[in-house]
Each structure stands twice: as structure tokens, then as C-alpha cells.
């Protein structure tokens, strides 16, 4: 089975073909489309995006909404974190001013956990969500340059050497937030084959 992925990012494609093997055959969506992200949470803009895409391309599509929820200050990034300061283009300046706010704020509670939502858009008749979280803390620095996006200031609670995403982006890629989605979306996918 042949299906698209709402998005033109090569590494997202890599890594979750990778992680589903051969189950399907994942392809990059032929173009970019403009979807705007307006939902109130990942599941609405998962679905946004899973739909534009399918309506586009007649092929069924998945897609996927993430984002990293500060839970000192939840109103920050959560389904805003890819828009989040968009004075700053680089990731590494988001995080910078992630930690800034920590320190301006003299915050101590650095609770945090990523969370990924993916849309699994076969027909307007059948649509399908797979959640994945990875709970953690925000660290005092950036770490690591392996990863992208918030990984340098998250700290997964279930590493072993409490790296951060960034300094152990293998391990990332079987423990995060979209592994555990991807593992429930795998498990469907067997159950219909």
C-alpha cells in the first residue's frame, strides 16, 4: 500500500518510513500545500492538514501534529510551537528564549512533555488518530546537536543517562512522542493487511 505524508520535510518522511518498514510504502506529498493551522488542538490540525492534502492527491494520506507543552507555561508553545517566536527563524534561538522565559519567570518547574497526533486519512468515510507523548523536563541549557526542533532542551524521563533528544537522537528515534504513535499506527495497519 502507497500512501503520502502531508508534508515536504525529508527527514520526517525517512524517519517514519524507517520506523514502519515495509508495512506501506510512504511517499513525500508531491507538492506543499498551504494549510492553515488554526485548530484548537493537534487532532483538529492533524486533520486539517490530512484532509487538504487527500482532497489534493485523491491518496490516502497521513499526517501529523506535534508540539512541546511547557506545563509552567502551557499557553506558550503546545499547538503553537512550530510559530512560537517567529522573530527567531533557527530552532536554537526558539529554545534560547524557551529558557529565557524560564529565567525571567524564576521558574523552577520544568515539567514538560512532547506530544504527536497522527491523522490517518483513507476517505472522507474512514479517519483514523494514533496519539503519542513523551513526558520530561526542560533543561538549564541547550543540548546536543543531533535532533531538531525543541530537542536540545527536552529531557526524556525514560533515558537512561537523562540525555536530551538532541545528544541521543537514535534512541529519540524509537522512544519519542511520534514512535509511540507510529507503533499504534503500525499495530493497525497489521491488523488490516
Not at 490540525?45 to 501529523?64: E, G, I, M, R
Request: charged content about 30%; aromatic content about 12%.
Amino acid at each position: 500500500m502507497s500512501i503520502i505524508l502531508a508534508s515536504q520535510n525529508e527527514h520526517k518522511v525517512k524517519e517514519i518510513q524507517e520506523y514502519l518498514g515495509r508495512i506501506i510504502s510512504l511517499k513525500k506529498a508531491p507538492e506543499a500545500l498551504e494549510v492553515i493551522e488554526d485548530g484548537q488542538s493537534f487532532q483538529e490540525n492533524a486533520l486539517k492538514k490530512a484532509q487538504a492534502y487527500y482532497d489534493k492527491f485523491q491518496t490516502p494520506t497521513l499526517s501529523d501534529d506535534s508540539g512541546l507543552i511547557l506545563e509552567a507555561f502551557p499557553e506558550i508553545l503546545g499547538i503553537h510551537s512550530a510559530r512560537f517566536a517567529p522573530e527567531f527563524p533557527e530552532y536554537s534561538d526558539k529554545c534560547q528564549r524557551v529558557l529565557d522565559i524560564y529565567q525571567e519567570k524564576k521558574e523552577s518547574y520544568r515539567q514538560a512533555y512532547f506530544i504527536c497526533v497522527l491523522c490517518y486519512y483513507l476517505s472522507p468515510q474512514e479517519i483514523y488518530f494514533f496519539e503519542g507523548k513523551s513526558k520530561g523536563v526542560i533543561a538549564e541549557k541547550l543540548r546536543g546537536e543531533g535532533g531538531f526542533g525543541y530537542d536540545p532542551i527536552f529531557l526524556p524521563d525514560a533515558h537512561p543517562q537523562s540525555k536530551s533528544f538532541a545528544e541521543d537522537p537514535e534512541w529519540k528515534d524509537s522512544h519519542s512522542h511520534r514512535a509511540k504513535a507510529l507503533e499504534s499506527f503500525r499495530e493497525f495497519l497489521k491488523t488490516r493487511s
